[in-house]
């Protein structure tokens, strides 16, 4: 049961922000748009991964782009 409340409230918030998204769009073109949202993903996101960036930047075998071979 919890997880279909959990999928209910998912495709909601979905649907809200893609919403939200194209209206912002629209009234302020897709530049500001983008910065908007990048802005608030880093605000959101950063302090869930704050103390991970300083191994992350030292462990060099944790980065993804060196151990992919082209």
Known sequence: MLGILALLAAVI??????????????????????????????IGLLPLVYDEIPGLLTDKSRLLLRSLSW
């Open 13 to 42: 918030s979905w649907g809200f922000g893609d919403f939200s998204i194209q209206r912002a769009t629209r009234a302020f073109g897709d530049v500001r748009t983008l910065i908007f949202i990048g802005l608030a993903g880093i």
